[in-house]
């Protein structure tokens, strides 16, 4: 008998819950005329979005960006605000979880009334946001993600509302597999990655594609299942029979640390490569000696002098304050976001969520911190300076070594700075 | 018209979602003393195989769904054949193995899953009234389960094994039984988010997600059915409430502080092993003399 | 093959620790792996004020080790140890939820980020062995592994509490009316348990970093590696160590690096499916 009126009182407080719910309405779809991406200003701010994580393992990163925009919000309203309006900006941690992500988005639409979105950045994340942009119409621009997924649908049509402000990751497969096949005449690699990270797998398959029809040889692709594997000698022991020249790993940067000691302890005397993940500071710190002479892609040369007034800017702002420096290049890239929305504000002269996204994807030299961006509309991608880089030992004269930078490549050509 | 906004309404659809896979646990480990500790991943079989039959081969969603749910309960069968015969704590650490697996499994798969950048535009169903509805017919359901024969010999298995055993009760087809059962469930809610999220990605399946349904379940009381549906209903939407500074570490930590606690002292769980009845609310209040006693109350309902 | 056997030695630092305290107490310690990252966390800050030297690491590896292991037992363990039905499955939940706490605790106020060892440590270079490079660092790691063993087997077997603590893995209870000390033969043991945790934290540190799951990952190789060399068995759970560390190896090499966790945990289940005592184990069924 307990259990029958159990039942009862659960049935009904539940359908006293659906009737509540169906006022409600059905679901996001209903919402959007509603929603504060729909076109509404409130009289006096722009409004604007950020979603990263400020908490949790990529913390480092989420917070490093989330100042850097604040910095250019600040600075921007000192001038007088976009349109004559000041921006308010508003952000949420996602703790770099999909369903965090959406949580945030929505809350910053539905509840901040946001007209654009600035981040997230990693690839997963932006994946689940694009649907709650495009549904609401909101334009996003992600940040530090190179996944082609994200800006385009399997048909290759392209998100409309969906942005991004790095390039995807086959403009920085193929110059650097051109650069090793034809500067430096290496015929074989050997691929190594992590599996659990949607941007290394990629990597391994365009690296592959781009490698071959060079007319190089993939003599061993081997993979480690997690980025919290930390062993990778059975797998280097096979790679390094085969004898490749360079060992190409787009893997976490600990991981790479502990591949690059793994691989020389077991005897391997030929190169490294890689891609945007190598670019830590803690690499040539804790590796420097296994990996000197590696070649990397970097979406942005760090050691570029055009850094050098932002970085003091921060200096100004922030006082001395590591956590931009430990952000690696992020905060860059949240630089240059913010960058290309206020152009698109200003080129659209209205602050509305569709009149912005359609003047983003029409921006054309904006000037970023290392050069001039403008977007593709085909793809939503922008073209931008990419970096080649190795590490070598100091040049100051002190112990220890860092990230070199070789040359910049832009549109696909590389040029090497001449000693 | 719009009472609550959307945000809003994201939030409880989430928690009904969870609900059901939290029910589906509750029945495995609450009520039958199986802990499982990689369930989540029979979640990842739910919502990607329909998001398999959805995307590629264009079935209606609700028929995904189904077959989410069918698929699991194979796997769960397939798996549980042989596991489910070990005893509980090797069990534990099998289930452990078996998560795992399934995501590993997943990731090795670009080709047909997408592997580790997960499958986009699959297909939106998911909606409040959809999730209220399924939430009260699953809890219905669990109701006459639990009811059922079945059911208590599910708590019987729990309370002693081997007094199950003499008793003639079949208790390796009773554990297989409501494994697949439980699989299915968590299926369902799998399935589920995967249409609300219009995305599905193996990370969103992973160790951290079984850590938080089997938690949810040993914290609002093995032995109850709306222990479990209230933790679920407070702790789901927790972290949406916390965005603080190291508010998430310090959840877990404290979860964790809380499962030690509750493991030592009251394994049963907070609820222990009593459900919300009508005849205890007022039993509730007339022990605390808001209520006046009566003598029909104890004739009454029981 | 040589690199089978080293990683499969670091493996059986932590397994003999793991199979300690099952053979003796029935139960799987999942809190083992908070001693091995306190270990190494303990290490690493040291070395962040003084010399890297190995042997001071270790002695402040071990005592922490211990440290936190005996704390666990104290706080948490004994009391559902004394009673008398208490489940094992309870205590493993118990010892995950400690391990739960353990990270996130680490995570709020030390951080998630990897902490590196000095490089003197990390890159002490290798040997050559048998024709292939085996890292320095592992070869201390065997050795040390081999000794503890040892070492342990001997104290079991022949001296007074090591008579004691065999009687008490009968029953608990008993032991304590037959007179014997069972709390301090508790602490003695999760010391001891503590101390070999605490070393494996350390050269797992210096060979992969400190960091806040450091223990869990490594805890399940070692539960694998003694169900398979037989838990309730010592030199079992060396042998299963190094056999795991080879067939890991053989199954990277040769099959699929990506599926060599999954294929561990298969080994698992069909090892406690068909043979539960594992190798060398003795065999333990429930008494009805």
């Not at chain 3, 945790?197 to 799951?213: C, E, Q, R």
Request: charged share 15%.
């Amino acid at each position: 008998m307990n259990r029958n009126a159990g039942k009862k009182w659960l049935a009904l407080l539940l359908a006293m819950v659906m009737v509540l719910a169906l006022c409600v309405g059905c679901g996001p779809g209903e919402e959007t005329e509603e929603g504060g991406g729909g076109g509404e200003t409130s009289s006096d701010t722009i409004k604007i979005g950020f979603v990263g994580p400020l908490t949790g393992d990529a913390a480092a990163w989420g917070i490093a960006q989330l100042k850097a925009i604040q910095i250019r919000v600040d600075k921007c309203n000192q001038d007088g605000g976009l349109l004559g309006k000041q921006v308010e900006l508003f952000y949420y941690d996602n703790r770099e979880d999909a369903v965090e992500t959406v949580n945030a988005a929505r809350k910053l639409i539905e509840n901040d009334g946001v007209v654009a979105i600035l981040g997230p950045n990693n690839s997963i994340c932006a994946q689940a946001m694009s649907s709650v942009c495009d549904d609401y119409k909101v334009p996003m621009i992600a940040t530090n993600t190179p996944l082609e997924q994200i800006t385009l649908d399997d048909d290759g049509n392209v998100r409309p509302y969906v942005f991004r402000a790095i390039m995807i990751q086959r403009a920085y497969v193929a110059p650097l597999c051109n650069y090793l096949y034809n500067d430096l005449g290496i015929r074989t690699a050997a691929i190594f990655y992590a599996l659990s990270v949607d941007t290394y797998v990629t990597f391994a398959q365009q690296f592959r594609a781009e490698w071959e029809a060079l007319g190089g040889t993939v003599v061993a692709e081997e993979t480690t299942a997690s980025v919290d594997d930390v062993d990778f000698r059975a797998q280097l022991t096979k790679i390094i029979e085969t004898d490749p020249e360079i060992i190409v790993s787009p893997m976490t940067y600990k991981q790479i640390i502990l591949m690059g000691q793994q691989a020389r302890e077991l005897g391997y005397e030929g190169m490294f490569g890689g891609c945007d993940t190598w670019y830590q500071v803690s690499i040539p710190v804790e590796a420097g000696p296994q990996l000197e002479g590696c070649i990397a892609i970097a979406s942005l040369d760090i050691n570029s002098e055009k850094l050098i007034p932002i970085q003091e800017e921060w200096l100004e702002y922030w006082g001395e304050d590591q956590t931009l420096r430990d952000g690696g290049t992020d905060p860059y890239y949240g630089y240059d976001a913010w960058k290309m929305l206020e152009a698109a504000i200003n080129d659209a002269g209205a602050a509305d969520s569709d009149s912005i996204r359609d003047a983003l994807e029409n921006i054309t030299d904006v000037e970023g911190c290392v050069g001039l961006l403008s977007m593709d509309p085909e793809t939503h991608n922008p073209d931008r300076e990419l970096a080649l880089v190795t590490i070598a030992p100091n040049e100051d004269g002190s112990d220890g070594y860092y990230y070199k930078t070789l040359g910049t490549i832009y549109g696909g050509e590389i040029t090497l700075f001449d000693e | 018209m719009t009472i609550i906004n959307a945000y809003w309404t994201g939030i409880i659809t989430q928690t009904g979602i969870m609900l059901i896979a939290i029910i589906g646990v509750s029945l495995l480990t609450g009520f039958t003393g199986i802990f499982s500790m990689g369930h989540a991943g029979f979640m990842c079989v739910g919502a990607y195989v329909s998001a398999l039959l959805v995307k590629s081969c264009g079935l209606p969603i609700w028929v995904g769904i189904l077959c989410g749910m069918a698929a699991s309960m194979l796997f769960g069968l397939l798996i549980g054949l042989p596991t489910l015969r070990l005893r509980g704590d090797y069990f534990l650490i099998a289930s452990i193995g078996i998560g795992e697996a399934i995501r590993l499994i997943v990731e090795n798969t670009y080709d047909l899953t997408g592997g580790s950048t997960g499958m986009m535009d699959i297909g939106r169903f998911t909606s409040l009234p959809v999730v209220l509805l399924l939430d009260v017919l699953v809890i219905i359901f669990a109701v006459r389960f639990l009811k059922s024969k079945f059911g208590r010999n599910c708590v019987a298995i729990r309370e002693d094994e081997t007094a199950a055993i003499a008793m003639g009760i079949d208790v390796y087809r009773t554990k297989v039984l409501v494994f697949i059962i439980s699989c299915a469930l968590v299926a369902l809610s799998g399935a589920l988010l995967g249409h609300y999220l219009n995305y599905v990605n193996p990370k969103i399946f992973n160790a951290r997600k079984s850590s938080e349904l089997i938690m949810t379940v040993i914290m609002g009381g093995s032995g109850s059915l709306t222990g479990s549906i209230l933790a679920g209903l407070v702790l789901t939407p927790l972290p949406e409430f916390l965005r603080t500074e190291s508010a998430q570490e310090w959840r877990m930590a404290i979860y964790g502080i809380l499962i030690v606690l509750i493991i030592m002292f009251r394994p049963n769980g907070l609820m222990g092993n009593k459900e919300l009845t009508i005849a205890g609310i007022k039993r509730f209040f007339q022990r605390i003399r808001l209520l006046p006693a009566s003598r029909k109350s104890a004739k009454g309902k029981e | 093959m040589i690199n089978g056997l080293s990683i499969g030695s670091v493996y059986a630092l932590m397994a003999v620790g793991y199979s300690l305290i099952y053979s003796l107490l029935s139960f799987t310690n999942f809190a083992h792996a908070v001693a091995v990252t306190a270990g190494a966390y303990v290490s690493c800050y040291l070395f962040m004020y003084t010399q890297p030297n190995l042997l001071l690491g270790l002695v402040a590896s071990l005592l922490g080790g211990a440290l936190v292991s005996v704390l666990i037992e104290i706080l948490v363990y004994r009391n559902m140890l004394m009673k008398r039905n208490s489940k094992k499955l309870y205590l493993m939940i118990a010892g995950w939820g400690i391990s739960t706490v353990a990270e996130n605790l680490i995570i709020i106020f030390i951080s998630s980020i990897s902490q590196f060892y000095p490089s003197e440590l990390t890159s002490m270079g290798s040997i050559q062995l048998l024709g292939s490079s085996i890292g320095k660092v592992d070869v201390i790691i065997l050795v040390l592994s081999i000794l503890s063993m040892a070492a342990l087997q001997s104290y079991i077997s022949f001296s007074r509490d090591g008579l004691a603590i065999r009687g008490a893995s009968h029953n608990l209870q008993y032991a304590s009316l037959m007179g014997v000390n069972t709390d301090t033969l508790l602490i003695k043991v999760f010391a001891i348990a503590g101390v070999l945790a605490g070393i494996a934290g350390l050269f797992m540190g210096i060979k992969y970093t400190a960091y806040p799951t450091l223990g869990s990952v490594m805890t399940n190789k070692a539960f694998i590696s003694a169900v398979l060399g037989g838990l309730g068995s010592l030199p079992g759970a060396i042998a299963g160590a190094f056999l795991l560390g080879v067939i890991e190896v053989f199954v990277a090499g040769y099959i699929s690096s990506a599926l060599r966790d999954m294929i561990s945990f298969g080994i698992l289940i069909l090892v406690l499916i068909v043979r539960p005592s594992g190798l060398m184990g003795k065999s333990s069924e429930d008494k009805a």
